[in-house]
């Protein structure tokens, strides 16, 4: 069973940072598709960012391009979300994802806000 925990979420504020990880109970170091989406109350949920299984190719949202990074190690089977220069509208609820024999994969959610 494929199993997506991610931590790391929190309280924080703008202009601040936070880093979140995303542990799998599955080995990732084969995976293809994996990344993290957000959901903001009352919106739809957003793709934020993606990472191929080298993790050299990386996409982002425009919205999160140049204050987000991502990254994975394949070894601990955990992908991380580094999110810098955070705003008010970056608060939402995280996902990470997987896709795997043709199913997507998802964890629980972590909260961030992003308060004064």
């Known amino acids: 069973q494929v199993q997506l925990v991610e931590s790391g979420g929190g309280l924080v504020q703008p202009g601040g940072s936070l880093r979140l990880s995303c542990a799998a109970s599955?080995?990732?170091?084969?995976?293809?598709?994996m990344g993290w989406y957000r959901q903001a109350p009352g919106k739809e949920r957003e793709l934020v960012a993606t990472?191929?299984?080298?993790?050299?190719?990386?996409n982002f949202a425009d919205s999160v391009k140049d204050r987000f990074t991502t990254s994975r190690d394949n070894a601990k089977n955990t992908v991380y979300l580094q999110m810098n220069s955070l705003k008010p509208e970056d608060t939402a609820v995280y996902y990470c994802?997987?896709?795997?024999?043709?199913?997507?994969?998802w964890g629980q959610g972590t909260q961030v806000t992003v308060s004064a």
């Open positions: 599955v080995r990732i170091f084969s995976i293809h598709h």
């Open positions: 994802y997987i896709h795997l024999s043709g199913l997507n994969y």
């Open positions: 990472i191929t299984r080298s993790g050299g190719g990386t």
